[in-house]
């Protein structure tokens, strides 16, 4: 390696093998437990769990531990209001034609159309931003690597947070959602890059079945 300065790894922890074999199979179990929710409750969540989660997203690895990212948290109803009026815009021209045939059908079996009623039912919509410029800190103005894969391990890192928690998410992708720019006043270096809905589930919240169906581990896996 180059020099470089270092410090010990001093919290790693090394559980017996046993150990590990269950918390894996814990964490799956937990995992599958997690559903993309459409039907959100107005009930109120601490703005400390979503602090706390943003914390847990931060801590992503990313190209040249630059973090490209920003998170806008949004609770004002009103902003609420102008993300709901401009994303139902997008999407009314999405699902007239601008989707076009194939993407329509792929769609179907979840059920979903251009009301988005969550987007002010929801307490909080945290719209994630990609930096293509930036640094390890903030002021700078540095190129930033691998922007979309550190971003979307960012956002897998706070969607797990936010279910650890005891919340319900959906990934939201508006398309094109530059309006997110200007309603959350971020410079237009910045892309949006998903629009996540959390909160808790309305009473009665449904999963489509289709989004039940993962594929097994013989599909998705290979060996080598
Ligand atoms: N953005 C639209 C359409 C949509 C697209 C995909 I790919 C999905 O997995 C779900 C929805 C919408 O939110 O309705």
Redo the contacts with the bound molecule.
């Keep these: 390696m180059r020099d470089h300065q270092a410090l010990p790894l001093s919290d790693y922890i090394q559980y017996p093998e046993s150990e590990m074999i269950e918390r894996a199979h814990q964490f799956v179990k937990e995992l599958q437990r997690r559903h993309t929710i459409r039907e959100f409750s107005d009930k109120p969540v601490p703005r400390e769990i979503i602090d706390q989660a943003i914390r847990a997203a931060g801590t992503a690895p990313s190209g040249a531990n630059h973090q490209p990212w920003h998170f806008a948290v949004i609770s004002d109803p009103a902003v609420k209001a102008q993300v709901r009026e401009a994303a139902e815009k997008e999407?009314r021209a999405?699902y007239e034609g601008r989707?076009g045939e194939e993407?329509l059908d792929?769609?179907a079996p979840?059920g979903?159309?251009?009301d988005?009623p969550y987007l002010e039912t929801a307490p909080w919509l945290i719209a994630i931003f990609a930096q293509r410029r930036g640094g390890i800190a903030k002021g700078l103005d540095l190129k930033n690597y691998y922007v979309t894969e550190s971003v979307g391990i960012a956002t897998g890192f706070l969607i797990n947070a936010l279910h650890h928690a005891g919340l319900v998410t959906l990934t939201?992708?508006?398309?094109p959602m530059n309006f997110l720019n200007r309603i959350c006043k971020r410079d237009n270096t910045e892309r949006p890059f998903i629009l996540l809905v959390t909160g808790y589930p309305a009473k009665g919240a449904t999963i489509p079945v289709h989004s039940t169906l993962k594929k097994p581990l013989e599909d998705i896996v290979s060996y080598i």
């Design positions: 999407e999405f989707a993407w792929a769609l979840l979903t159309d251009q988005k939201h992708t508006p398309k």
